[in-house]
């Protein structure tokens, strides 16, 4: 049984800012996932539906049909959600995103700037139409995100979480996607910069950087890839296992979990960073370097210069 002394104690310690556990809100929780009609998107929708949030889906028009699944989804969990059709690189119509889940689900908490494309083609190849696109989407679309849902915290000076997608890529490009991997890397500086600029706003800004996740963006650089060197369909996207510290690919739930840790109370002290769920794919040619293993970097060298050279 606790004395009067020290149930004081454990009063002021749950009390007090950055001490002790943060508790559940009792009020409900809105978010916005960008990009949500599937793969990462829709894994990130439904684990935050999981973890209490009301969910604004967003995805292109054209994704109707799976956004009225994962919409479907979602109340199933006992959540509220709301469709948000509209293309990311377009601010007017992320405003409109961000005007719609406060209008039909209140005050907004946490937005994931998901939506994303992917291009393979050698940086010498690549076209001014196909340059502009990704990183309309990529960069622009994530910029967009960002300000829109920052003016909706600060116009109601409740702080929130900006959660962008990053990727691998942002820390070490790959082959055959350079400017994707160049989109990336521009996500990784500009969540550093916002969060510093964001701070006094109590706003933090994050972002996941997932590794090769089963998901239809790597079909689709699976096949750009087979285009070049020859392998049958699938077989590019296997080649990886060898190159990932945990000798498996992920799936969109490893990304999700990441995620909501960042949108939860536990992360509330947590910004400006880039979270890799890679499976320690950056860690092995290091490893390899200190174990002496060089048939793993060789294989590395090998992949590559198949790839470009078949």
């Known amino acids: 049984m606790f004395t009067r002394f020290s149930t004081a104690v454990l009063s002021r310690v749950f009390s007090c800012p950055g001490r002790g556990f943060a508790t559940s809100k009792a009020v409900s929780k809105s978010a916005i996932v960008t990009g949500a009609g599937q793969g990462i998107g829709k894994a990130i929708a439904l684990r935050l ?28 969990l006992g959540r509220k959600a709301v469709p948000a059709y509209g293309d990311v690189s377009k601010l007017p119509q992320v405003e409109a995103m961000v005007d719609t889940s406060v209008n039909q689900l209140g005050p907004l908490d946490v937005i994931v700037a998901n939506a994303g494309i992917a291009h393979v083609q050698w940086a010498m190849d ?51 996607i350079p400017i994707y991997s160049a989109t990336k890397a521009a996500v990784r500086s500009f969540t550093q910069s916002l969060a510093m600029e964001l701070a006094d706003h109590k706003i933090t800004v994050n972002a996941y950087a997932p590794g090769v996740v089963d998901s239809s963006m790597w079909e689709t650089i699976d096949k750009g890839m087979g285009e070049i060197n020859g392998l049958p369909k699938g077989e590019n996207f296997q080649k990886t296992k060898s190159t990932i510290t945990m000798g498996r690919t992920s799936v969109p739930e490893d990304v999700a979990k990441m995620v909501s840790f960042l949108a939860s109370s536990d992360s509330d002290y947590v910004t400006g960073q880039t979270m890799l769920v890679d499976g320690g794919l950056l860690l092995v040619e290091r490893w390899a370097t200190q174990k002496n293993d060089y048939s793993i970097i060789h294989s590395h060298l090998y992949y590559y210069y198949t790839l470009k050279f078949p």
């Open 49 to 76: 539906a999981q973890d209490g949030f009301d969910i604004c889906v967003n995805d292109l028009e054209i994704n109707s049909g799976m956004v009225t699944n994962v919409v479907e989804d979602i109340k199933a």
């Open 126 to 176: 690549a076209k001014e139409a196909d340059i502009q696109r990704l990183f309309e989407v990529n960069f622009s679309g994530v910029v967009y995100s960002d300000q829109a849902a920052a003016r909706q915290f600060i116009k109601q000076r409740s702080g929130g979480k900006i959660i962008n997608a990053a990727s691998v890529v942002s820390f070490r490009p790959f082959p055959m």
